[in-house]
């Protein structure tokens, strides 16, 4: 890789020369005009402030915490001063980027906002996470869809389920986008709830608006989760 600058939090990004190689070689032998290559972060150290916990820490740099519990083995207690590791915030991007489209997440505005070549496709009122479940700010991506994926956790049931990141490493759930869930007997909930934190996690969206976001967002198009 290459060294290209800091990016969030000043944390240092680089390209892969095989990739931008790639992407050079495709464009010109499509007569593309432009090339895209991904920068990817690196791992980067926080020193611990007066007032600092791994989840404060996490919150602030955009990863679920138990991705900064992994990678700090053994760290119990913080220390003011103390190093903690912080690993890539890009950490959970895993499948190619879809370029020329992005979807953010308001968490304090409790909105759902979707760009296609930088232009507001869509605007609308959405739900996350309760604070004792919160959805994580962060940069993702979609993983998944599926029609209708079940919570064991929860016993819930969530149309257009589209999967967005793994609250915790090395589990196979994640949390997402879907439409107003079902629990047993067909019940549905939070149909009246849009616009206040009501969710596990989830980010939840009308049935009418999943819909449409389920099939324009396909597998690897970038999530950003903001405060």
């Not at 906002?113 to 739900?127: F, I, K, P, Q, T």
């Not at 869809?145 to 919570?151: C, F, I, L, R």
């Not at 149309?159 to 490493?169: D, L």
């Not at 949390?175 to 969710?199: E, I, M, Q, Y």
């Amino acid at each position: 890789g290459q060294n290209f600058g800091a990016g969030k939090f000043g944390a240092p990004r680089t390209i892969r020369a095989d990739e931008a190689a790639a992407a050079l070689d495709s464009a010109l032998a499509s007569g593309a005009a432009r090339a895209f290559t991904r920068l990817y972060y690196e791992p980067m150290q926080h020193i611990v402030q007066p007032g600092d916990t791994i989840t404060r820490i996490a919150w602030n740099y955009g990863l679920p915490y138990p991705w900064i519990e992994q990678a700090n083995p053994g760290v119990s207690a913080l220390s003011v001063g103390q190093a903690v590791t912080i690993p890539p915030l890009d950490a959970q991007i895993s499948l190619p980027i879809i370029p020329g489209k992005r979807i953010v997440v308001s968490l304090s505005q409790q909105r759902v906002r979707v760009y296609e070549n930088g232009a507001l496709l869509w605007d609308w009122l959405a739900s996350t996470g309760i604070d004792s479940s919160p959805t994580w700010t962060g940069v993702y991506q979609i993983l998944s869809h599926v029609p209708n994926a079940y919570a064991g956790n929860w016993n819930l049931w969530m149309p257009n389920f589209m999967g967005v990141y793994y609250p915790v490493p090395g589990v196979d759930f994640t949390n997402g986008f879907h439409g107003f869930p079902t629990r047993s007997g067909g019940r549905l909930l939070w149909t009246n709830d849009l616009g206040r934190r009501v969710t596990y996690g989830c980010i939840l969206l009308s049935d009418t608006n999943i819909a449409l976001l389920y099939n324009w967002a396909e597998d690897g198009v970038v999530v950003e989760i903001q405060a």
